[in-house]
């Protein structure tokens, strides 16, 4: 069983940082990709960062030059650094580890940019 935690999320005002963080505990090949997606109410679940077992990254256009995605193998942990935020980046924030024949996601943690 594999189980993600996310923590860092909270209300910010707009220009301001936040930092997400996600845990994963249990058995999960090394060949992984981990990322961080959003979704808000009446919205399709996109990606805002991922980030492979080699350390190759992507990002949501929207995103480019303010987040910043990554992960400690040793520890099981991806990060998302989000600075200069905006009140469209208001939403639910989701981790997810991913790879061939399985996909978790983590339970949300809430991010608010106030204006």
């Known amino acids: 069983q594999v189980r993600l935690v996310e923590s860092g999320g909270g209300l910010v005002q707009a220009g301001g940082s936040l930092r997400l963080s996600c845990a994963a505990s249990g058995s999960f090949p090394s060949i992984v990709t981990m990322g961080w997606f959003r979704q808000t109410p009446g919205e399709e679940r996109e990606l805002v960062a991922g980030v492979g077992s080699g350390g190759n990254t992507n990002y949501a256009d929207s995103v480019k030059g303010r987040f910043t995605i990554s992960r400690d193998n040793a520890v099981n942990t991806v990060n998302l650094q989000m600075n200069t935020l905006r009140p469209e980046d208001t939403a639910v924030y989701y981790c997810?580890?991913?790879?061939?024949?399985?996909?978790?996601w983590g339970q949300g943690t809430q991010v608010t940019v106030s204006s």
């Open positions: 997810r580890i991913w790879g061939y024949g399985f996909n978790y």
